[in-house]
């Protein structure tokens, strides 16, 4: 037995950077993907409406 996929799959990897996100993107998606990521700040980054990185983060506790 063998831990290998049965089914080699070769498709291109993106780079989980900005570029490499963008470059996936076209026309007004990756323009509203750059207005996002220039709006948004070290606070509010992972909790972009959508986002999965928003359902992991901790949030505030009120006091």
Do not use: K, W
């Not at 037995?1 to 996936?24: K, L, N």
């Not at 323009?31 to 959508?50: D, I, K, Q």
Request: charged fraction near 25%; glycine fraction near 8%; avoid cysteine.
């Amino acid at each position: 037995m063998t831990a290998q996929p049965m089914h080699q799959h070769e498709s291109e990897r993106v780079p989980r950077d900005a570029e490499g996100i963008a470059a996936t993107l076209s026309g007004a998606r990756r323009t509203e993907f750059y207005r996002e990521l220039l709006a948004a700040t070290p606070e509010t980054g992972g909790l972009v409406p959508g986002s999965t990185a928003s359902s992991r983060r901790p949030q505030p506790r009120s006091r």
